[in-house]
Structure formats: structure tokens, C-alpha cells
């Protein structure tokens, strides 16, 4: 125990909250801060995801020009997606399917899933081992139909600036199902400008379309926000360590991810060089994006027995000068 200190909240914490007000009205927002300079807002009606990243003071993430939207505005066709999609530090996609839509196996998919409009059930956080802890699960379940589940455990570091998220997915289904999931963590200014490095140690990097290739001498280079640009993505293969960074110069900050890529074996760098949308992707998965039925046709696509789970662990680290 502290004398100086009535509650713990005086130095770290967390602490919950309603959003009132426009589409995310009613929005249950996580507002966790570990006492040594990193804060993250978790949405948990949306998959427990991390919509801001902050550390000592400055905005890590990109926010989406729709701002918050709540669950009830979705819309599971197409890309209609992209009118909810946020962005934030996180938006997990899946868990049915990423990327593209397409029609699969008779099944008529949306761009990057539902999973990210589910609310979490049996959210809990608890003070343990040095870290603060986020227990929840998201249930992407239905009658006649998938039943996967998702158990999500966010662990936010007391001793330094670090958090993992580690995900358990979950087939509660009597059949074989695919399975796909894609942490779509995306950057933003100031943390992103035209001066961040980023360094991505890869050992190979494909551009997605043509429009890539006619870029990818310059895909680690950021630019000022051009009117008009077209994304570009870039896949990335690594062979022993999957990381990914972004360095800002001028103010002596950055973070790092850190991730298994035997276990998630599809990374994706998004250039989106736009004006107001203006972000980058670091993205590792198990899948790439380019729609389910091209994963099952390459051999990528993942599947799980009734009963089976599999796990998955991504680590984050703020990086500074100091």
C-alpha cells in the first residue's frame, strides 16, 4: 500500500465509461493508463479493440473520419464495413473472413468480417502480477450457422510500456470450420508524418496489385497527404522474428510490434498517403486480404476441429529517446 495515495487511480488504472452522443452513442469505453506514460481507450461493444493509443501525452493511432459508430450501424454487406470502420490503434477482422469480399464455399462474405462489431460479453479487469488485465469474450456465433468464439486477454505492463494482446479462438461447432484473423493496427499522426521511419526486417515484400509494384522501391518511405492517392499494400514474410516499427524524429517516439510469424503468416503494410486518411497499416495475420476464397485456392487458409482452439500473442512496445 501507498501513504501517499487514497486511490490507486491517483497513478494507474482503469476506468469505465459510457460514450453519449452521434452513432457511438452508448459506446462502452475502457480508459486504461499504467502510471508510466502509456493510455489506451478499449471499446469493448466493439471486440474489446483498441480505438486510441496514446504514450506521454501524444496520439500513436489513426481515427477514422467516422468516428465511433455502435454495433447497431453496421451493415454485414460488401464493403459497407468501411462507414463503421473506426480504425483506431486495433481493428481485429475475421473471424469468418478478412480482406476482399467474396463468395466462398457458398458462403457470401463481407470486407473484413463481423468480428469487429460484436460486443464483448463477460468483460472483466483485474490488478495482477505487475500488470493490469483485460479479460473478455466475443461470442461470432449462430444457429444454423459458424460458431466460432473469441476469448481476448489485454495485458498492460505497471513496470514499463508494453502490452500484449493475446487472443483464443475458439470452434464450438460439431464441424470443421475456416477460420481467419487479421490485427489490423494502423498509425497515425503525429506519430505519422512525411519524416517517420519505419522499419519493417522482412525477408521478402510482394506488392499486392500493380499499383503497388509501381511504388514498392519506395514502400518503407512516407509522404505528405496527397490529394487523390490510391492505397498501396505491400506483404511481408519474415523467417525467424515477425517485427514491425515506426520511429518519429521530431518527437522522439515510436512503437514496435512483435509477433510469431510461424503462427501469423501473413503481415500487410497499408500505405494510405491520403488527405484525412492518412494512415499506416502494420498488420499481422493469419491470412492476407485478399479474400477467403483465394486463401482456401493458395493453401493459406486456416480451419479448425470441432472443439479446437488456437491462440495467438501480439506484443507492442513504446519506443523512446529517454
Not at 105 to 116: C, F, K, N, R, T
Not at 188 to 199: A, C, K, N, Q, R
Not at 304 to 309: A, D, Q
Request: charged share 25%; hydrophobic share 35%.
Amino acid at each position: 500500500m501507498n501513504p501517499y495515495i487514497g486511490h490507486d487511480s491517483q497513478c494507474y488504472g482503469m476506468e469505465e465509461h459510457l460514450l453519449v452522443g452521434g452513432r457511438g452513442n452508448g459506446l462502452r469505453l475502457l480508459e486504461i493508463n499504467n502510471g508510466k506514460g502509456l493510455e489506451l481507450t478499449v471499446s469493448l461493444d466493439r471486440a474489446a479493440d483498441i480505438s486510441r493509443l496514446r504514450y506521454k501525452g501524444i496520439n500513436m493511432s489513426y481515427f477514422s473520419p467516422c468516428g465511433y459508430v455502435a454495433p447497431a450501424y453496421y451493415e454485414a454487406t460488401g464493403d459497407n464495413w468501411l462507414k463503421s470502420f473506426t480504425a483506431g490503434f486495433l481493428t481485429t477482422c475475421g473471424l469468418q473472413a478478412v480482406g476482399t469480399p467474396c463468395t466462398d464455399d457458398g458462403e457470401e462474405l463481407p470486407l473484413h468480417g463481423s468480428i469487429a462489431n460484436i460486443p464483448a460479453e463477460q468483460a472483466y479487469w483485474l490488478e495482477e502480477n505487475g500488470c493490469l488485465i483485460l479479460r473478455a469474450v466475443i461470442k461470432d456465433e449462430a444457429i444454423f450457422g459458424r460458431k466460432l468464439r473469441l476469448s481476448r486477454e489485454l495485458k498492460i505492463s505497471l513496470q514499463e510500456n508494453s502490452f500484449t494482446i493475446q487472443d483464443t479462438i475458439e470452434n464450438t461447432a460439431d464441424v470443421k470450420q475456416p477460420f481467419e484473423i487479421l490485427y489490423h493496427m494502423n498509425m497515425g499522426y503525429p506519430l505519422l508524418d512525411e519524416d517517420s521511419v519505419v522499419d519493417i526486417p522482412s525477408i521478402d515484400v510482394t506488392p499486392r496489385n500493380e499499383h503497388a509494384a509501381e511504388d514498392i522501391a519506395h514502400w518503407k518511405e512516407m509522404i505528405k497527404p496527397q490529394a487523390g492517392y490510391v492505397e498501396r499494400c505491400y506483404y511481408h514474410k519474415f523467417e525467424k522474428e515477425g517485427r514491425a516499427s515506426i520511429w518519429q524524429p521530431k518527437l522522439g517516439q515510436g512503437l514496435e510490434i512483435l509477433f510469431d510469424p510461424a503462427e501469423l503468416d501473413g503481415f500487410v503494410e497499408w500505405k494510405m498517403m491520403g488527405v484525412r486518411d492518412y494512415v499506416l497499416g502494420l498488420e499481422c495475420g493469419n491470412c492476407l486480404p485478399d479474400g477467403r476464397d483465394v486463401m482456401r485456392k493458395t493453401g493459406m487458409l486456416k480451419f479448425l476441429e470441432p472443439g479446437e482452439k488456437k491462440t495467438y500473442l501480439v506484443t507492442v512496445r513504446m519506443k523512446d529517446s529517454n
